[in-house]
């Protein structure tokens, strides 16, 4: 153990779901995370070691530790030609619950020749899933939706990003940035929100569902740094205004957490802690936040969500 964990505090079992928990899997990739009717929901993406492509599946748990898969893939390849064409590699899904819909929205990237566009589907009941549309313009990965409309308009954060052969090249970082729609297809008003600041994120960030509570929306970031050996993925905090959240209130300037384990450091993609989203266990003053350990396993990580805030605040 080389860093001080900051924020977040891995769970001591970690890692709780590994490619051995399901038949057939090379890896198990970054998962959305909520919470449905009293279990906590975890939407995994399966590599599978045959070569075909990975599906997403949904783990559930009624103690946040142990889970089970279900035995049907949720999300496969879709099949409405206009995004199946555009649908190689079905990953990263992050989910939204709209109680004012009563509906889970999930947002996740899709990779094809034409590059990373972004897609939107739902579900009721994490049984049955509906692909509603592509909803961003390539290149633009890791978007995610504001749980409920502010000032009668849907929020989405995301990343658009330019591809160039200089990955030291400053025009080349990945930004955050910010949208509006009054019904989730069409979306404009796009602005810069947020961009890299330290060290810990200095090549590029993004953003997870941001999070409701009284000091403003918590939003939990991966941020990556690099180095002549490689990259490195961690953890961290934003806080936007409630009413305005174009607007960045707090942030935090150390990572809360960081890659210090051995399955962080080793695995299909070494050295990263990426997480798709977190869980607010308001009652407790708690965080828990499932993150993918080098794109091969799911860790745990939990921490107080006041103390979190107030990190935030501190800058």
Not at 137 to 163: A, Q, T
Request: aromatic fraction near 12%.
């Amino acid at each position: 153990m080389l860093f001080k964990e900051k924020g977040l505090f891995r769970y001591e079992n970690n890692p709780i779901i590994t490619p051995a928990d399901y038949p057939g899997a090379l890896a198990v990739f970054n998962c959305g995370q909520t919470m449905y009717q009293g279990q906590t929901i975890l939407l995994c993406a399966i590599d599978p070691a045959n070569g075909g492509l990975p599906y997403i599946h949904v783990a559930r748990s009624d103690d946040g530790i142990h889970f089970t898969f279900d035995e049907k893939p949720f999300i496969t390849q879709s099949r409405l030609p206009h995004i199946k064409e555009l649908d190689w590699w079905p990953i990263d899904p992050r989910v939204t619950y709209f109680p004012e819909e009563d509906v889970y929205y999930i947002m996740r990237p899709g990779n094809s020749d034409a590059g990373c566009v972004a897609f939107l589907g739902k579900t009721h009941d994490f049984v049955t899933y509906e692909d509603i549309d592509v909803i961003a313009l390539p290149n633009n990965r890791v978007p995610c939706l504001f749980p409920e409309k502010i000032n009668g308009m849907y929020y989405r954060l995301d990343r658009p990003y330019v591809l160039l052969n200089d990955p030291h090249n400053e025009n080349q970082r990945g930004y955050i940035w910010i949208s509006e729609s009054p019904d989730l297809i069409h979306w404009g008003r796009h602005r810069i929100l947020l961009r890299p600041w330290a060290n810990w994120n200095i090549v590029k960030i993004g953003p997870t569902p941001p999070i409701k509570t009284k000091d403003g929306w918590l939003e939990i970031i991966h941020g990556v740094s690099g180095s002549c050996s490689g990259q490195r993925y961690s953890l961290g905090a934003v806080l936007l205004d409630l009413e305005d959240p174009t607007k960045v209130i707090g942030r935090c300037d150390e990572p809360l957490i960081t890659p210090d384990r051995e399955y962080e450091y080793m695995g299909k993609v070494p050295n990263v802690i990426f997480t798709c989203g977190a869980i607010a266990d308001y009652g407790e003053d708690r965080l828990r936040v499932y993150y993918g350990a080098a794109d091969t396993s799911i860790g745990l990580a939990t921490g107080s969500l006041s103390e979190i805030i107030a990190m935030c605040k501190q800058k």
